[in-house]
């Protein structure tokens, strides 16, 4: 393992504002809003506060005050954040980020989580934090060879958690890290202790099932997300080679690409999605995809995920314990989700949306500490 700092050239941010700079803008109808994807004034004002106002290397000290080290696991370089509690007996945890996140995620979690006397909480309750970024994904990647899948990357994972001595620790994921969280609890769970996730897609069983209020509202979002949202999906698992060309060449396409998913991915409750998350965020998470030129395989997950027969074959239930964490945007239903995990822990939230970490990082912390206090 090696110690690891950020130090991008001059250079690549050179770059990045001349691509800036000379951007080719499309046009728009009028009066479609966010219907047909990023509104035009929207993204020109952002990509302009990006080109102006942004510093990235204000950004990039704050990421290198945190321990960072990789390693090479499986023929890939893994890049990874390891803060250790001042508690010694702290409980190991592994935060797993998913598309198109990043580590930056779970930055504002870091401090809650490894000294919580310091914020408020029980020191019983500290962890030791490892938060390692997908292989494929920022400074991860990218990949050279296919064949990552989420099995694979679990496998990894347990890996890098035994490299560290880590022989029993728990796993918390969202989004991409809800699928490689129980494939790390299926794989080891001599090791794993628990799983909580949040985002947590569940799947119709074929039998028939009488659902509450709430949980055909969250049907009938599956629907609207299969019919309305999933166009991004069903490109990068299916041609994200092609997608790659336009994202890796041009840094406006790339941020497009991501904030759209900020936008219907955060609490409905709010108009924009810096209202939900800080804009300078967005835009470092943005730079993450953009300055390690990974576009192409962060996207090559979801062609990994669409043809990985073992992916969408049923699988024996999980003997791990799991906690669920379901914010406003989350489409999980206990019932379908107990077919495959064992469920020991289950919570519901009016606020926060698919982003939990960066949104309501107060109620994912409280929520983490409630159910690994359970075990």
Known sequence: MESFRIDVPQADLDDLHRRLD?????????????????????????????????????????????????????????????????????????????????????????????DPAAHGGDPADAFHVVIPSLPGYGLSGPIREAGWTDGRVAKAFTELMARLGYERYGVQGGDVGSFVAPEMGRFAPENVIGVHVNGLVTFPTGEEVSLTERE???????????????????????????????LTDSPTGQLAWIVEKFYEWTNPAVK????????????????????????????????????????????????????????????????FAESGHTITHWAEYESGGHFAALETPDLLVADVREFFRSL
């Open 22 to 114: 000379a951007t080719r803008w499309p046009d728009e109808l009028p009066d479609v809003g966010w219907t047909r994807g990023v509104p035009l004034a929207y993204l020109t004002e952002l990509a302009d506060h990006w080109r102006h106002r942004y510093d990235w290397r204000a950004h990039e000290a704050r990421l290198n005050e945190i321990p960072q080290f990789t390693t090479e696991i499986d023929g890939t370089r893994v890049h990874f954040l390891h803060v250790r509690s001042a508690v010694e007996d702290a409980t190991p945890l592994v935060l797993i980020h998913g598309w198109p996140g990043s580590v930056l995620e779970f930055l504002d979690l870091i401090g809650p989580l490894t």
């Open 216 to 246: 055909q509202e969250r049907m009938a979002l599956f629907q609207r997300f299969q019919d309305d949202m999933s166009a991004y999906m069903q490109v990068q698992g299916t041609r994200p080679q092609t997608l790659a060309y336009s």
């Open 272 to 335: 924009l999605p810096e209202d939900a998350v800080d804009r300078d965020w967005l835009l470092t998470n943005v730079m993450l995809y953009w300055l390690t030129n990974t576009a192409r395989s962060s996207a090559n997950s979801y062609y990994e995920r669409f043809h990985d027969t073992s992916m969408w074959t049923p699988k024996e239930k999980s003997p791990v314990p799991t906690g669920v964490a379901v914010f406003t945007t989350d489409i999980s239903i206990r019932h």
